[in-house]
């Protein structure tokens, strides 16, 4: 069985294209999540190996939503994903706890070279 992704994204085409590089590669997706509120939530529930958090979102933002679930769960792996030109944002993300950031337009060997990476 493939390691469990979560993937958080206010944009339902970005999460898409997320859960086709990942499944197509042997990873399972065993949730979505539209913004950090519903991200914690879902972490807590399905307890992925993996979240793939989007920083700019409604409700609650990617950082908030990782600060919370590492909080819960020292342990969680989380990388960040941001559109170009959020440097700062990346950075307050790496402080607040994610392993890595991958950027949009995604780019399916960096989004898998990340993963890998986070899941060693």
């Known amino acids: 069985m493939g390691k469990r992704v979560?993937?958080?994204d206010d944009a339902a085409f970005m999460r898409?294209?997320?859960?086709?590089?990942?499944?197509?590669n042997g990873y399972e997706v065993v949730g979505e999540a539209e913004n950090g509120q519903v991200a914690v939530e879902k972490y807590r529930e399905l307890k992925p190996?993996?979240?793939t958090m989007d920083?700019?979102?409604?409700?609650?933002?990617?950082i908030t939503a990782v600060k919370e679930i590492k909080a819960e769960d020292a342990?969680?792996?989380v990388i960040m994903?941001?559109?170009m030109g959020q440097q700062a944002m990346v950075i307050d993300a790496i402080q607040a706890g994610a392993k890595d950031f991958i950027v949009k337009p995604f780019q399916?060997?960096?989004?898998?070279?990340a993963?890998?990476?986070a899941l060693d």
């Open 115 to 117: 993963v890998s990476k």
């Open 49 to 51: 190996d993996l979240v």
């Open 55 to 62: 920083i700019t979102m409604p409700e609650m933002d990617g």
């Open 6 to 8: 979560l993937i958080v």
């Open 81 to 83: 994903c941001s559109a």
């Open 75 to 77: 342990s969680a792996r």
């Open 16 to 24: 898409m294209m997320i859960k086709d590089i990942l499944t197509k």
């Open 108 to 113: 399916p060997e960096r989004v898998l070279e």
